[in-house]
């Protein structure tokens, strides 16, 4: 393995201006804020709350306060109606706003949480129009409450679930499970390190890894979509294979609300340096 990996060369192509990455309410903003420091720019966080933007630690110009919203408070039908309000004028600025700033981008990702207000009426708002209205690639990362969460939050949920698979077309999404560490933002830091190294890793060699029209294949794909990583001396057949089950991610099989109809694409992006084990 080592060998394929010095015969490595890294394709220096902009994967940077590649990828945007749209984040709504408390979650979307914290994901932004952390891939934002993986170096890429194209980001921005929506949010009804002014004050979670102003505690988010990401350049001003890429915050996006939804007007007229004073937070959701776990309420999606009060996201969803302001978005509704002045003949979904807000709604309008929102996916205008995205349209313009991720204009040359191929692929966008768009972040929130399932259990939460503004993220879970949001998100699904967004990739059903984003979808209509341009021939871009739209991904979807979002969180599965704890097991602590309120009814609310699993009702927000399983609506949000709803909403996304009545929604024509493709796109991967990924559904971290928040049962997986206490600390969100300890998955957070996991879950970007890992898309990193995927959207990275687009790689020329000999024997060749992956190209950049595999990948985007991969994230084009309709369903639910779990990246990994793992140092190239731990990347044996077995290992991959139990990370299927055993990862951040929410759980493929069971009664679940994602165990439906989903897709599984397994990635293993196989690293010379040990890798991201959590
Ligand atoms: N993984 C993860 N989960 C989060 C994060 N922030 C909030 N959550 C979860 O999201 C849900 C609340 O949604 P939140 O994003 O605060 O709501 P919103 O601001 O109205 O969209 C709860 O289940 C939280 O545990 C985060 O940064 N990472
Ligand atoms: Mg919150």
Known sequence: MD???NETVKVTM?????????????????IVKSIHEKGFSNILAANTAQSDLDGLDIPEECKYHILGGYGSNKDRKKAKQLLADNNCENFDLLVNEIKERFKDCKVIFLIGSTGGGSGSAIVPAVKRRLQAETDKIICVVTCMPDDN??????MNCYEFFQELESIEGSGATFIIDNNKNENKLILNEQFT????????GETASARGVVDRAEIDNVLSQRGACIVNKQGSDKARTQAVVERIRDNIYAPLEGDGVVANGILLYYLQIAQGNGGQER
Request: net charge negative; proline share 0%; aromatic share 20%.
């Open 193 to 200: 390190c890992y898309l990193d190294a995927f959207l990275n």
């Open 14 to 30: 902009n994967v940077d201006g590649w990828y945007g990455f749209a984040g709504f309410g408390q979650m979307g903003g914290n």
């Open 149 to 154: 969460a309120s009814i609310k939050e699993f």
């Open 3 to 5: 060998a394929v990996m």
